[in-house]
């Protein structure tokens, strides 16, 4: 089955927001963008009772959201970064089964601390944290750097992918990423 989806992983300032919106204008049939960023934005984070494992919770809500509009037929470019492996497992499950296109969206650390600085929204050393602490090392089904070149350039493979009626396998074979250290 061809995609139906797009999953962006990446670290912040990576490009996966002006990505989204190059492989959406790039497609022939209007797809929409949903990222978590939006999709959660109304989480309330400085709650009192907040507890550190709501974040996942609230990460597999998005998921949903991804999934039961991939299931009525919309088209959708996601973007999240899978924090834990928890967030592995839980992509997994929700969207493995579904033809869903999951793309790793890299950029050089110092292209991502550039950019970092000149947004306003993201706090300074996010992108340096993001991709320290972070796995990058899971099942791609394509992986794209937007170090150096344009949005329109780096979504060419990805809507050349989704085109060309090829299924994506990547997201039902995620596997954690931290193993325990050995004996």
Not at 46 to 55: T, V
Not at 63 to 68: D, H, Q, S, T
Not at 169 to 178: H, S, V
């Amino acid at each position: 089955m061809s995609a139906r989806g797009v999953f962006l992983h990446g670290p912040s300032s990576s490009g996966k927001s002006a990505l989204a919106r190059a492989i959406q204008l790039s497609l022939p049939e209007p797809w929409l963008v949903l990222d978590a960023d939006t999709a959660l934005r109304q989480y309330p984070c400085d709650h009192p009772r907040f507890q550190p494992d709501d974040n996942r919770y609230w990460a597999r809500a998005y998921l949903i959201m991804v999934r039961a509009l991939v299931q009525e037929g919309f088209g959708v470019i996601a973007e999240q970064i899978l924090w834990t492996d928890g967030h592995v497992a839980d992509c997994r499950e929700v969207l493995g089964d579904l033809p869903i296109l999951f793309v790793r969206v890299s950029a050089d650390l110092e292209v991502a601390e550039a950019r970092e600085a000149a947004r306003p929204d993201r706090g300074p050393g996010t992108a340096r944290y993001q991709y320290e602490n972070v796995c990058w090392d899971l099942a791609y089904d394509l992986t794209v750097d937007t170090s150096r070149s344009s949005p329109a350039e780096a979504a060419a493979p990805i809507v050349e992918r989704l085109t060309s009626g090829a299924s994506p396998t990547a997201l039902r074979r995620l596997a954690p990423c931290w193993q325990p250290p050995a004996p």
